[in-house]
């Protein structure tokens, strides 16, 4: 079972740019969906994106297609969130997380989580 770390989280104005990276240790890394969710204050955890094993296939919520990218390094055991154009509404703890599940988007099939990175964006 892989453990996650992420890191890259910050204070940044509106319409700034942010790169979250999900580091993964052990050797299973290429075989787990990986995903983002994020939490804010008062808020239930939603579903950011999420992507295959391979990379060959993404999921974006509709809040963030066309501004966050996601992506995986599988020889470096790394996910990657790059996130452009950030709003206000962006500024939450942000979580990565894997499953043995085939591409979901609920996450209620993640089995494991990294501790959480803050966003907080400034308008």
């Known amino acids: 079972q892989v453990q996650l770390v992420e890191s890259g989280g910050g204070l940044v104005q509106a319409g700034g740019s942010l790169r979250l990276s999900c580091a993964a240790s052990?050797?299973?890394?290429?075989?787990?969906?990986m995903g983002w969710f994020r939490q804010a204050p008062g808020k239930e955890r939603e579903f950011v994106a999420a992507?295959?094993?391979?990379?060959?296939?993404?999921y974006y919520a509709d809040s963030v297609k066309g501004r966050f990218t996601i992506s995986r390094d599988n020889a470096k055991n790394t996910m990657y969130l790059q996130m452009n154009s950030l709003k206000s509404e962006d500024t939450a703890v942000y979580y990565c997380?894997?499953?043995?599940?085939?591409?979901?988007?609920?996450?209620?099939?993640?089995?494991?989580w990294g501790q959480g990175t803050q966003v907080t964006v400034s308008s």
């Open positions: 052990g050797r299973t890394f290429s075989t787990y969906t």
């Open positions: 997380a894997a499953t043995r599940s085939i591409n979901t988007v609920s996450y209620t099939q993640y089995t494991t």
């Open positions: 992507i295959s094993w391979s990379g060959g296939v993404i």
